[in-house]
């Protein structure tokens, strides 16, 4: 029987791992459908402490694999397709290959992916203009023009937050009124450099043959009219799914995303089962605040198998 099993390879998995291996608990680190994470797919990762000058995801991920590596965590390129938990007991998961891992105790960082368009030219231009998430990559686009999908709170504060970069921020949103907060709304409205296209969907996004961004082509939603909108960046902010389904059931999910009984721990609702990083967090999703969420499950994960010692 394994004494940890960490579900998840990006932030909040691998650091889990480094806690967890430097505690001598030899974690079972399963990588899922997309080792390492949603950083290995953006490119310049700016704002995670320590690299001055920046660093590819890829290469952030591939150290914090190696770092966790080093200390004993091994690390299995595997897909969860199924769990059985037992508060307390043993946590049983099978494997896409028809293996079943038994654990002592299980650490759930399956992240979340950004909802998309699904047009083909938002794949084609991803990372190239395409983003969904404008803290990583607003900064790459200074004075021109910036286009953000959606109506809640995510796309009104990114809107607002891109307004320092952009020489204009387009609020493209699929009806007449936006979902977002008052609070938000006010800000945006009253945001000189914010101009909202209501009633809008992005039917395309054009700059395919230019190998990046050059404008949206819009639908109006009444009309069914096209127009184009230049701009040189698309950000997608229309809702994060939590990557979740395996433990419908199985753990208490809100939404998607892993409840955690007291907000300032990594306990979910069943003993022995820890969550960390953007599957169960809504509010910031960011690199180092999943770091930080892994951090303290291998730390409450540890101190749960001491106490059954
Ligand atoms: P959200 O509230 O679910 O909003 C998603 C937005 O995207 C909606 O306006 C929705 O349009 C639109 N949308 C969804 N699918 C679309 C599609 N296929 N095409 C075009 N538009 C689409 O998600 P969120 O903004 O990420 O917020 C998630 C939660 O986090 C919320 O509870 C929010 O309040 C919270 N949050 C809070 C803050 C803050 O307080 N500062 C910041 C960020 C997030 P419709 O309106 O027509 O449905």
């Not at 291998?298 to 106490?307: F, Q, T």
Request: charged share 25%.
């Amino acid at each position: 029987m394994e004494k940890l099993v960490i579900i998840g390879t990006g932030p909040a998995g691998l650091t889990a791992a480094v806690y967890a291996a430097r505690a001598n608990l030899e974690p079972l680190v399963l990588a899922g459908e997309v080792p390492g994470g949603q950083l290995t797919q953006t490119t310049e990762v700016e704002n995670y402490p320590g690299f001055a000058e920046g660093i590819l995801g890829f290469d952030l991920m591939d150290a914090m694999q190696q770092q966790a590596e080093r200390f004993g965590a091994r690390v299995r390129n595997e897909i969860v397709t199924k769990v059985a938990f037992t508060p307390g007991g043993v946590q049983k998961l099978t494997l896409s290959g028809g293996e079943t891992l038994e654990a002592e105790a299980v650490v759930i960082a399956t992240g979340a992916r950004p909802r998309k368009l699904g047009i083909p030219s938002e794949e084609a231009l991803w990372t190239k203009g395409v983003s969904s998430c404008a803290t990583c990559d607003g900064a790459f686009f200074r004075n021109v023009p910036i286009a953000v999908v959606g109506g809640g709170d995510s796309a009104l504060e990114e809107a607002l937050f891109l307004t320092r970069f952009g020489s204009e921020v387009i609020l493209v949103h699929r009806r007449d009124e936006l979902r977002g907060s008052k609070i938000m709304q006010d800000r945006v409205l009253k945001n000189g450099k914010i101009r909202i296209e209501w009633n809008a969907v992005v039917d395309t996004i054009l700059g395919e043959d230019e190998g990046h961004v050059t404008g949206i082509r819009l639908k109006d939603t009444k009309s069914g009219e096209l127009r184009d909108v230049p701009c040189n960046a698309v950000f997608l902010a229309i809702g994060h799914i939590p990557n979740t389904d395996v433990f419908a059931g199985q753990v208490e999910l809100a939404d998607g995303y892993v409840v955690l009984p007291d907000p300032d721990r990594s306990l979910t609702s069943v003993e022995g089962v820890f969550a960390a990083g953007d599957c169960s967090d809504h509010v910031y999703r960011q690199a180092i605040t999943a770091a930080g969420m892994g951090c303290r499950a291998a730390i409450d994960a540890e101190r749960y198998l001491a106490a059954r010692e």
